[in-house]
């Protein structure tokens, strides 16, 4: 296949495989990248492109705001088809108890230097006509933003060959060897150092991983520009993104600079097939329509899935393996890897590179998984 030893060989040209190469490649280290399918087709062309600041857990806001720092940083150079839209979000409060949440968030933000505002019941409908009357209030996030994800994934990898990074489209890894990767077609690819950034495939790759496939489902809609201004989420997304056990939904609706609207979302473990699920549209349509009458009117045109992978402390792997130093992890992103691609690319390469980093690596250090601690 190649006689070529390279520094680093990637698997996966998903978003963080992409980014992990274009940072590498920056390095000025030797990088190849090998893709089954086609750049940005697996879960990356399946997410929403929210990038979020989220505050689940220290560690989860340190990467998410240090990765939307880093969009913001190369927002004027991405190209026009990368779709970048600083809509900003909405957390949409439907009772007291949400108003609890959404103050609760105002402080935690304020606390760290992020932007919010508290909107009552009258400045959320004049933020946005379209929602139903009753709702209390809301937290406006106005730093976060939306991308389309693929065509970001695109321009990294662009980033990356422009720089020498050899790209293996339409191949499959087979098996992680000492000393590179070996093809489905038995060839090998020599590098100093393999990254597994194959998403919801990478414990296929390395075994004792855990990372499990998390199904998500969305929805698209013809085009009504401004029928919502921001990404509206319902506070209760956050129960269910957090849940580990059960099928759940919530309101999660985006607008698209096409005037398209994204509608989410929801999560399934223990589901394998890709299959799009009436019952579960259905639950994820009559959420939506719950805090936004008018779109029952609207034409959706396409449903679809995605495996989102996910970590049982629900942050990334990011760093060597736990009995490998020559294999590196960049997975279990589970619904922040579009967001959190770009830091995951600055920890990885960091840590390549054996030098500090802008923000502490240890609660994303693959390591943890044998320290017992996840399983709490
Ligand atoms: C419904 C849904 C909504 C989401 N919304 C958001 C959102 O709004 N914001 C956000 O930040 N995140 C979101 N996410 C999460 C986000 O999409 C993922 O975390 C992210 O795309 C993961 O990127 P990745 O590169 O790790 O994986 P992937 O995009 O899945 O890339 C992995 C790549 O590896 C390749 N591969 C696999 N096995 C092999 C092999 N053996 N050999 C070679 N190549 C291989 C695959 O073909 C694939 O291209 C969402 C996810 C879903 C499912």
Redesign the pocket.
Known sequence: MSSKTYDVVI???????SACAAECANEGLTVAI????II?????????????VMDDSEAQFALTRYSQQLWDQMSDALPREVEHDSCGTIWVAVDDEEMAEVRRKEKFYAERGVKTEVLDAQSLAEAEPNLRGGLVGGLRVPGDSVIY?PCAAQYFVDQATAKGTALFLG????KIETGGIRLRDGSLISAGLVVN?????SP??TRGLEVKKRK???VITDRYPSFVRHQLVELGYLKSAHSMTSESVAFNVQPRKTGQLLI??SRQFGVDNSHVENAIVTRMLERAVEYLPGLGKLSSLRAWT????ATPDKLPLIGPHMENERLYLA?G?????????LATAKLLVDQIMNRDSAIPVTPYLPTRMTRGAVHA
């Open positions: 698997i996966g040209a998903g978003i963080v495989g090998v893709e089954a399918g940005g087709g697996g879960a990356t062309a399946a997410g929403m492109g929210h990038l979020t994800p191949m499959a890894v087979d950034s194959a998403g919801s495939a296929a790759l998500g489902h969305l989410g979302s995605g495996f989102r992978a997975t992103h589970e619904g922040l890897g579009i967001t959190t691609s």
